[in-house]
């Protein structure tokens, strides 16, 4: 079983990297459409202790792994009024969650599901798929609702990034200086100030130990200071970014090790929650969930250029590249900036989405007792 959930883990990537197919559905997706599809025709078991396994060990390590980079204090320094939009971003997301879940209330999940896939939802449109990773684990989300939720959601975040990219104008050239220093490009970004990007063996070995360190120290005080049964996910997360920050240099060393290790195991996430669900559950559920997750970016849209523009006075672009950073995360936000030619905006932008990965967990989870 663990041979399968990790071929299937590096199919749905490679899928993603060399196919149109794969780059349309998203690696995540991917993954869990081949498990499912494995799973209803009997190739792998529905229940396994490795799926259990997977999930708590691996998406444990993932989250730390995939916030190596978070140093909130190269954020606020770095971002200019682009951090403004993006938090303004966030609340519209969390304000469009409040007001979406009432009209619609995702009741084909069944019991109380509902509003923790509405949980997890937010937490990947203010950050991305890592948070809703630690919000349907925290919150114990069923293969099925996580299948459901990830295949409407992509087909809605698709169209919506056909939409901003239709209504962004590229770059207007007396708005952005020519200064060579300025001009980042993704791949600039991922060896900034001249280090090479490498994995070698010592920074595999270092990033595991780090991060099973912090999985450590955040499941000992979740025990110690909070009360029975609470998920440690979310204080792991905070430790991370806390020392992210504190020894910035250290940890965005290991940035590049880290994240390609959190993919890994992220990806096996998904694979076993495709693994463990009915496709028959997924089509029953999926219209509920499209309808659910188009609703609710349409009024984080709405809100977020009502209160941007009319209270801030913040550029459209600007704007729009906060709601592709919380819709979508860094990747897609920087990729977005540098398509339109908005060179200032992409480190920016890149930053700001590592910023929402280190907050939406928390956010998200904060609209449960809300939503409830």
Same mark, same amino acid.
């Given at each position: ?7 299937l883990?590096?199919f ?8 149109m ?15 499912l599809i ?11 202790p490795?799926?259990?396994?997977v999930?708590?060990f ?7 792994l ?5 140093d909130l204090?190269?954020v ?13 971003g966030?609340?519209?997301?969390v304000?469009a969650?409040?007001i979406?879940f ?34 349907a684990?925290?919150?114990?989300i069923?293969?099925?609702?996580v ?14 990034f ?5 209504i ?10 020519d200064?060579e220093a ?12 001249g ?7 010592p920074?595999?070995a270092?990033?595991?130990s ?11 005080l979740?025990k ?7 998920s440690?996910?979310?204080l792991?997360?905070t ?21 390609a ?8 996430f ?7 669900g009915?496709?028959? /559950?997924?089509?029953? %559920?999926?219209?509920?969930?499209f309808?659910?997750? !188009? =609703?609710? @970016? &349409? #009024?984080?849209?709405?809100?977020l250029?009502a ?6 006075k ?10 592709n950073?919380n819709?979508?995360?860094?990747t897609?936000a920087?990729? /977005?900036?540098?398509? %339109? ?7 920016? !932008? =890149?930053? @700001? &989405? #590592?910023l ?5 967990t ?11």
């Amino acid at each position: 079983v663990l041979t399968l959930i990790l071929w299937l883990s590096t199919f749905g990537t490679s899928l993603e990297r060399r196919t149109m197919i794969g780059k349309a559905l998203s690696a995540p997706l991917a993954t869990m459409a081949i498990a499912l599809i494995f799973a209803n025709i009997g190739i792998i078991p529905f229940q396994s202790p490795i799926y259990t396994i997977v999930n708590r060990f691996f998406v444990p390590l993932a989250i730390p792994l995939l916030l190596f980079d978070s140093d909130l204090k190269r954020v606020i320094k770095d971002t200019g009024t682009l951090l403004t939009a993006f938090g303004v971003g966030a609340f519209a997301t969390v304000f469009a969650t409040i007001i979406t879940f009432p009209i619609i209330p995702l009741k084909s999940l069944g019991g109380d599901v509902g509003w923790r896939v509405a949980c997890a939802l937010a937490a990947r449109h203010i950050g991305g798929a890592i948070n809703f990773v630690a919000v349907a684990e925290t919150l114990n989300i069923g293969g099925d609702a996580v299948a459901a939720a990830i295949a409407a959601d992509n087909v809605v975040v698709a169209l919506y990034f056909a939409f901003l990219f239709s209504i962004a104008k590229a770059d207007n050239p007396k708005d952005d200086d020519d200064d060579e220093a300025q001009q980042f490009t993704i791949s600039e970004v991922a060896v900034e100030d001249g280090k090479p990007s490498s994995i070698t063996l010592p920074t595999l070995a270092i990033s595991l130990s780090v991060a099973s360190s912090l999985v450590t120290a955040g499941t000992f005080l979740t025990k110690v200071l909070l009360p029975a049964g609470v998920s440690s996910l979310p204080l792991i997360s905070t430790l991370t970014v806390i020392a992210a920050t504190a020894f910035p240099k250290f940890f965005s060393s290991l940035s590049e090790t880290g994240t390609a290790l959190g993919v890994i195991f992220v990806q096996m996430f998904f694979a076993c929650s495709g693994a463990a669900g009915s496709i028959r /559950m997924v089509l029953e %559920k999926a219209p509920s969930l499209f309808a659910f997750s !188009a =609703l609710q @970016i &349409g #009024i984080h849209f709405a809100t977020l250029m009502a209160i941007g523009r009319g209270i801030f006075k913040l550029p459209k672009r600007e704007l729009y590249l906060a709601s592709n950073a919380n819709v979508g995360g860094p990747t897609t936000a920087a990729a /977005m900036a540098q398509a %339109k030619e908005w060179k200032k905006l992409v480190l920016p !932008a =890149l930053l @700001i &989405g #590592i910023l929402g990965y280190s907050t939406a967990t928390a956010l998200a989870l904060g609209l449960g007792p809300i939503l409830l």
